[in-house]
């Protein structure tokens, strides 16, 4: 019981000798004992949209245990990926990286190299710095390898070289190839007298697909997603052998829950940071038989339910486990809300009056708001007090701010330190972020988001998605059109100057 009083009156004086600046570090957290440093959990989920939680405003869909965290925690309403899309705000996340800023962040196949160099300051590096156990569990999409992956060997480059102790992880994305788990560069159950060949280009000779077999597929494609079947979900990319070692589809969630909740069991007796990056409500949704139909809204709506179950399952390992108290979980989302993702399954169809965008514009590969406003919670039961917060944050900030949470310098450029907002402490965040979607950017700059003008289609027709891409400049105030319905630029011309300069300032 002393140690605990003593560890809330150092961490008190902590955030006392914390300034509002985003340039100053904890001074004092170091001085606390190693065993005492919080744990640290990211959740991470995929494609999920600022309106998705009841706890961020679904009438449609109840989120009860996602909605503990939100009303136990702070709950941002100005929350951000760095990104419209998957790999570059993964890219950001752990590296404090604008990914706009490598031209390889875009999203990858299953079989691209590492996307890190292994040399790159990542979150899981700093952490390790401070003495901390660092795991990835669930998704990955951040290549693997440095040339042509051989899946029947120990692989690596991949996550053990950029500063996780242990990785059990998906190589891409659920619809991707390959099918198979990997544990620390090695695929799970990998039988060596049948090997895995993957290839994006063509398909191996008498291996079935989509275009040649569609009586073969369980779930139908719409766009994309007609090569290699595995459980009958056609994917993307050509895989052939590996039987035993395919996952199975249905069990994914409970999978890589269990894993979490084993890793938290075996490394609670010292600091932790655990990456868990589930892969709901990504396509292909396919949720176990305990949920299907639960939602009402078919297996989108099904999957988000089975999310929402699995983060209650593992705040009870926390608690059962006698680490609750100890750690701070961030909770957020990749990239904003998809419908249709390339397979027919009700999404558009059985949506009703749900609005997965919270009333935002935009969605996934959108330069719109929905795009990249997700929903972001930070909980630490006993230390953070519940609140709502406006303040600007973005997850490109975790590597700053954690870093200097357990006393470790960083030579971060684009991360900042807003542990103050992260804490709730404060309700200011960052001033400018420069958001991306499919190589181009935008700004928001305190209330107001500027997109200057580019080339290509203002509607991605096959997910049914303004991009936010126009010939002239858009400018909206956000505290007073959220949907961005009205461009200000012609009629507010000094705001807009200033941004451009802000913007292009950035930029170099």
């Not at 962040?105 to 901390?132: E, R």
Request: proline fraction near 6%; aromatic fraction near 8%; charge should be neutral.
């Amino acid at each position: 019981m002393m140690k605990i009083k003593l560890f809330t009156f150092l961490f008190a004086i902590a955030l006392t000798n914390i300034s509002c600046k985003n340039n100053i570090k904890i001074s004092s957290i170091d001085v606390v004992s190693k065993n005492k440093k919080p744990n640290i959990v990211v959740i991470y989920l995929d494609d999920l949209g600022y309106g998705d939680l009841s706890s961020y405003g679904a009438t449609e869909l109840e989120t009860p245990n996602i909605d503990k965290l939100a009303n136990g925690g702070i709950k941002f309403t100005n929350g951000y990926a760095s990104s419209a899309t998957c790999t570059p705000s993964r890219y950001a996340l752990l590296t404090g990286v604008y990914p706009w800023k490598n031209k390889d962040a875009k999203i990858l196949p299953g079989d691209a190299p590492l996307l890190l160099d292994t040399n790159i300051q990542t979150l899981p590096k700093a952490l390790s710095k401070a003495g901390y156990q660092t795991a990835i569990i669930g998704k990955w999409h951040l290549g693997l390898g440095t040339g042509q992956v051989n899946w029947n060997e120990t692989i690596k480059p991949g996550p053990n070289e950029v500063g996780f102790d242990e990785a059990y992880i998906m190589a891409a994305t659920q619809d991707r190839v390959p099918t198979v788990y990997i544990e620390n560069g090695n695929v799970v159950n990998l039988d060596k007298n049948d090997p895995i060949q993957v290839n994006y280009k063509s398909n191996f000779e008498g291996e079935p697909t989509a275009i040649s077999n569609p009586e073969m597929q369980t779930m139908l494609w719409h766009h994309g997603h007609n090569n290699s079947m595995v459980n009958g979900v056609p994917r993307i990319g050509y895989m052939a052998g590996g039987t035993a070692a395919k996952w199975s589809d249905i069990d994914m969630a409970d999978h890589f829950l269990d894993k979490a909740k084993t890793y938290v069991k075996h490394h609670k007796e010292k600091p932790f940071f655990l990456y868990y990056a589930m892969q709901q409500p990504h396509v292909p949704r396919t949720p176990h038989p305990r949920f299907e139909g639960k939602s009402g809204m078919g297996p989108r709506g099904d999957v988000i339910l089975e999310a929402d179950w699995c983060i209650g399952e593992f705040m009870k390992t926390l608690e059962e486990e006698g680490v609750l108290e100890n750690t701070l979980i961030i909770f957020s989302s990749d990239n904003g809300p998809v419908l249709n993702d390339g397979y027919y399954d009700d999404a558009v169809e059985k949506l009703g009056n749900h609005k997965p965008s919270g009333g935002l514009r935009g969605g996934k590969y959108s330069l719109f708001d929905a795009g990249t406003r997700v929903p972001f919670i930070t909980y630490w039961k006993g230390q953070i007090q519940p609140k709502t917060s406006d303040a600007l944050v973005c997850q490109i900030d975790l590597l700053e701010s954690l870093s200097s949470l357990v006393g470790v310098n960083t030579t971060a450029t684009d991360s900042q330190n807003i542990l103050n907002a992260f804490l709730g402490i404060s309700n200011e965040g960052r001033e400018h972020l420069i958001l991306e979607a499919n190589s181009k950017t935008a700004l928001r700059s305190g209330d107001w988001i500027m997109i200057p003008p580019n080339k290509g289609v203002p509607l991605n027709i096959k997910v049914n998605i303004e991009t936010g891409i126009s010939s002239e400049y858009q400018l909206f105030n956000l505290k007073k059109d959220r949907g961005q319905q009205h461009n200000l630029a012609k009629e507010n011309p000094e705001k807009l100057k200033e941004m451009i300069q802000i913007f292009e300032s950035l930029k170099k």
